[in-house]
């Protein structure tokens, strides 16, 4: 199976800063990443698609790119809403895999 | 707009099975894939597997073969996933999960989730 790791594993960051989560692949993925957001007692939520598609109706703020086996998600600006746990997940091969997750707190 | 509604909690004992349930709307039940995935509590997401309602192809993964099954009903739009041979180690949140064509590894929608606890 493909290992997803991400760093870190938690992080707190102050309104208005920017924040970057990092995923690496045990191998090479091609793109075919997402990433998810979920937020505590919800269901997750996709963010990006294709390593750096952004999903219909998630602000602007959020960004992702990559290639190969490293690949990175960014929000530009904290804001509040923005607290929870990210998942990158890989879909190139079966199983489908996901990263153990960051949480993310507003400092 | 596009709702994946899921099934209620489960409180089962070891050995025996459960149900759960996901009913689709909002679009075209056999466009699309159905995922189930497996959140044991302060986890990560764990993927069981699919089931393609257009034509009832399925997927498992290694892990939950023989412990998951997936059917549909076309006329209800909805997904079901059969839970067997409970453990403890089945106590956890499942989700069912959209699937798009095109980009069919992505999970654009999701059900609420369901929890399932196995206690004797």
């Known amino acids: 199976d493909i290992q997803m790791t991400q760093s870190p594993a938690s992080l707190s960051a102050s309104l208005g800063e920017t924040v970057t989560i990092q995923c690496r692949a045990s191998e090479d993925i091609y793109s075919g990443l997402a990433w998810y957001q979920q937020k505590p007692g919800k269901s997750p939520q996709l963010l990006i698609y294709g390593a750096s598609s952004l999903q219909d109706g998630v602000p602007s703020r959020f960004s992702g790119s990559g290639s190969g086996t490293q690949y990175s998600l960014k929000i530009s600006s904290m804001q509040t809403e923005d607290e929870g746990v990210y998942f990158c997940?890989?879909?190139?091969?079966?199983?489908?895999?996901f990263g153990a997750g960051t949480k993310l707190e507003l400092k | 707009q596009v709702q994946l509604q899921q099934s209620g909690a489960e409180l089962a004992k070891p050995g025996t099975s459960v149900k759960l349930s996901c009913k689709a709307s909002?679009?075209?039940?056999?466009?699309?894939?159905i995922y189930w995935v497996k959140q044991r509590p302060g986890q990560g997401l764990e993927w069981i597997g699919y089931i393609y309602p257009g034509n009832g192809g399925t997927y498992y993964s290694e892990k939950f073969k023989g412990k998951a099954t997936f059917t549909a009903d076309t006329s209800s739009s909805t997904a079901y996933m059969l839970l067997g041979s409970l453990t403890p180690e089945d106590s956890a949140y499942y989700f069912c999960?959209?699937?798009?064509?095109?980009?069919?590894?992505?999970?654009?929608?999701w059900g609420q989730g369901a929890s399932v606890t196995v206690s004797s």
């Open positions: 909002g679009y075209t039940f056999t466009s699309y894939y």
């Open positions: 999960a959209r699937g798009p064509p095109g980009y069919n590894y992505v999970m654009d929608a």
């Open positions: 997940q890989q879909g190139l091969k079966y199983p489908y895999t």
